[in-house]
């Protein structure tokens, strides 16, 4: 009876999508984009995820945060798994000799993230990571995870992001 409450539902749980191939930068005809200055220079990308490895010496991450509560020492939004950092260097690796080259290498990347180490996450960590990607007026939003069952209120927050401009980016088909 709460006029500031939309609905009450089950939170459920989210698992990522760890379908991890190498084919997408020709599927997306990166190289064309790159031949003709698009590299995502001034764009923020936000990455739903398990973190990103801030250590790592192909990927320039401008910020993040995190919404988990690991143990063990685990800090920020470092990661511990290592799904996220794979996701952000598709996203935004550097054309260099390391590794993979990134999509987008000149996006300013952004860690969320939602999923500790175990991958495990529940949809209501995901809507604050949203929320936190919508406060950050972030241009892109990518989100490599799964649901077996629809989430109303994360349906609402995607909405509300996509009203404000934000391009959303989503896994689909990992699980058949």
Do not use: C
Not at 29 to 47: D, E, F, M
Not at 53 to 63: T, V
Not at 68 to 88: I, L, P, R, S
């Amino acid at each position: 009876s709460d006029s500031n409450v939309l609905s009450i539902e089950k939170d459920v749980l989210v698992k990522l999508n760890q379908e991890m191939g190498g084919y997408g930068v020709e599927m997306v005809q990166a190289p064309k984009a790159w031949s003709s200055n698009y590299t995502g220079k001034n764009i923020k990308v936000g990455i739903i995820d398990t973190g990103v490895d801030l250590d790592h010496p192909d990927l320039r991450i401008k910020g993040g945060v995190s919404f988990t509560q690991e143990t063990d020492g685990y800090k920020g939004y470092d990661d511990y798994n290592g799904h996220g950092t794979h996701v952000a260097g598709v996203i935004g690796a550097k054309h260099n000799d390391i590794g993979v080259k990134g999509i987008a290498p000149n996006a300013d990347i952004y860690a969320i993230k939602a999923f500790p180490a175990s991958g495990l996450a529940y949809a209501s960590v995901v809507i604050q990571g949203v929320d936190w990607a919508i406060k950050q007026n972030l241009d892109v939003l990518n989100m490599s995870i799964g649901f077996q069952e629809p989430v109303p209120a994360l349906e609402v927050i995607l909405k509300t992001a996509e009203s404000k401009g934000m391009l959303l980016v989503a896994a689909a088909g990992n699980d058949g």
